[in-house]
C-alpha cells in the first residue's frame, strides 16, 4: 500500500508540474514581453506548421528588414496572421508580404501599424494545448483536472495528518485512564496497608 501511494503521488506531481510549466510556456512568456500566437494555416510551412505556437515580441519597425517573419493584424476582423516581408515601402509606411508556401505575395501590404511583432521562437503543436486551455470547454476541463490533481497531491497527506492527531488523542486518552487507575490503585493499596497496620495494632493490644 505504501508502494503504490508513492507511485501515485509521484505521477501526480509530475502531473501537476507538467501543468505549471505549461502554464509558464503559454501565461508566463507575457511577463517577458512575449505574446503567443497559434499558426492556424500551413501558408509558412516548412517554417511555421499548423498547430505551432509562436512566441512573438514587439521590435522596433526600423529594424524590420527584407526576409524577415513578421506577426500583423490582417483584417478588421483582427485576424493575426505571420508572413514574411519581401518588399518594404518606407515613403508610405508599408510591408508587403508573403507566406513560404505560397506562390504570390499577399494582395495587401501591411501598415506599419498594424504590426504585432516578430516571431523569436515557436514551440511544435503547443498552439494546440493553447487553444485548448484558453477557450471553453477545455479552459473549465484543465480547472477541474488542476483542481483534482492539486488534492491529489496534498489531501492524502493532510488525511493522514489528521488521522495521526486522532490516533495521538486516543492514546493520550488511554494513557491517562492508565495515569488515573495506577493512581487509585496506589490509593487502595495505601488504604489496604494502613487498614492492615490498625488491625496489627489492635492484636499488639
Same mark, same amino acid.
Given at each position: 500500500?505504501?508502494?503504490?501511494?508513492?507511485?501515485?503521488?509521484?505521477?501526480?506531481?509530475?502531473?501537476?508540474?507538467?501543468?505549471?510549466?505549461?502554464?509558464?510556456?503559454?501565461?508566463?512568456?507575457?511577463?517577458?514581453?512575449?505574446?503567443?500566437?497559434?499558426?492556424? #494555416?500551413?501558408? @509558412?510551412?516548412?517554417?511555421?506548421?499548423?498547430?505551432?505556437?509562436?512566441?512573438?515580441?514587439?521590435?522596433?519597425? #526600423?529594424?524590420?528588414?527584407?526576409?524577415?517573419?513578421?506577426?500583423?493584424?490582417?483584417?478588421?476582423?483582427?485576424?493575426?496572421?505571420?508572413?514574411?516581408?519581401?518588399?518594404?515601402?518606407?515613403?508610405?509606411?508599408?510591408?508587403?508580404?508573403?507566406?513560404?508556401?505560397?506562390?504570390?505575395?499577399?494582395?495587401?501590404?501591411?501598415?506599419?501599424?498594424?504590426?504585432?511583432?516578430?516571431?523569436?521562437? #515557436? *514551440?511544435?503543436?503547443?498552439?494546440?494545448?493553447?487553444?485548448?486551455?484558453?477557450?471553453?470547454?477545455?479552459?473549465?476541463?484543465?480547472?477541474?483536472?488542476?483542481? *483534482?490533481?492539486?488534492?491529489?497531491?496534498?489531501?492524502?497527506? @493532510?488525511?493522514?495528518?489528521?488521522?495521526?492527531?486522532?490516533?495521538?488523542?486516543?492514546?493520550?486518552?488511554?494513557?491517562?485512564?492508565?495515569?488515573?487507575?495506577?493512581?487509585?490503585?496506589?490509593?487502595?493499596?495505601?488504604?489496604?496497608?494502613?487498614?492492615?497496620?490498625?488491625?496489627?495494632?489492635?492484636?499488639?493490644?
Amino acid at each position: 500500500m505504501t508502494t503504490l501511494k508513492k507511485l501515485w503521488n509521484i505521477v501526480s506531481t509530475t502531473l501537476v508540474v507538467l501543468m505549471v510549466l505549461c502554464a509558464v510556456f503559454l501565461m508566463g512568456s507575457r511577463l517577458f514581453g512575449y505574446e503567443c500566437y497559434t499558426v492556424i #494555416s500551413g501558408s @509558412m510551412e516548412p517554417e511555421y506548421s499548423v498547430g505551432d505556437l509562436l512566441y512573438v515580441k514587439e521590435v522596433d519597425i #526600423s529594424s524590420i528588414k527584407v526576409g524577415d517573419p513578421i506577426t500583423f493584424i490582417l483584417n478588421e476582423d483582427l485576424v493575426v496572421a505571420t508572413h514574411r516581408v519581401v518588399r518594404i515601402d518606407s515613403e508610405n509606411q508599408r510591408f508587403y508580404t508573403k507566406g513560404d508556401a505560397n506562390e504570390i505575395e499577399d494582395s495587401d501590404p501591411v501598415h506599419f501599424n498594424n504590426v504585432i511583432g516578430v516571431p523569436k521562437f #515557436s *514551440i511544435s503543436k503547443l498552439g494546440y494545448v493553447s487553444d485548448f486551455v484558453q477557450n471553453p470547454p477545455g479552459m473549465y476541463i484543465t480547472i477541474g483536472v488542476g483542481i *483534482i490533481l492539486i488534492l491529489a497531491v496534498f489531501l492524502p497527506d @493532510m488525511i493522514g495528518k489528521k488521522k495521526k492527531e486522532e490516533e495521538d488523542e486516543e492514546v493520550a486518552a488511554v494513557q491517562t485512564e492508565i495515569d488515573a487507575a495506577s493512581e487509585e490503585n496506589e490509593k487502595l493499596k495505601a488504604e489496604l496497608a494502613q487498614l492492615r497496620a490498625e488491625i496489627n495494632d489492635k492484636k499488639t493490644e
